[in-house]
Nanobody, 125 residues
């Protein structure tokens, strides 16, 4: 599976962005997909994930209510919609996919098998 993340850019505080993670591979719909981010000088952190079956979503507690993860299996794409963006959301956002992952491990980057190249989100104040 190859992943490509798109949709980053410069946005003002309070604005909206939707990131896309496009995957190759016919079995992508069976994968759990997660979004992670890494801000300058900080460690990578979990943002959100979506499990295949049953469809289950998980979010970092600090981002609930502002970020929404969704998927369109027909397009082999997972989206991350981000509203009410804040300067502290500035980071490189990565998508990752896991063939098999237990629900309790969905926030752990080490459990994912494939990673995209990242897309930069910059939120200005």
């Amino acid at each position: 599976v190859q992943l490509q993340a798109f949709g980053g850019g410069l946005v003002q505080a309070g604005g909206f962005l939707r990131l896309s993670c496009v995957a190759s591979g016919r079995t992508f719909s069976t994968y759990t997909v997660g979004w992670f981010r890494q801000a300058p000088g900080k460690e990578r952190e979990f943002v959100a994930s979506i499990r295949r079956n049953p469809v289950t979503t998980s979010y970092a507690d600090s981002l609930k209510g502002r970020f929404t993860i969704s998927r369109d299996n027909a397009k082999n794409t997972v989206y991350l919609s981000m509203t009410g963006l804040k300067p502290e959301d500035t980071a490189v956002y990565y998508c990752a996919a896991a063939a098999r992952i237990i629900m309790s491990a969905m926030s752990l980057g080490g459990q994912y098998d494939y990673w995209g190249q990242g897309t930069l989100v910059t939120v200005s104040s």
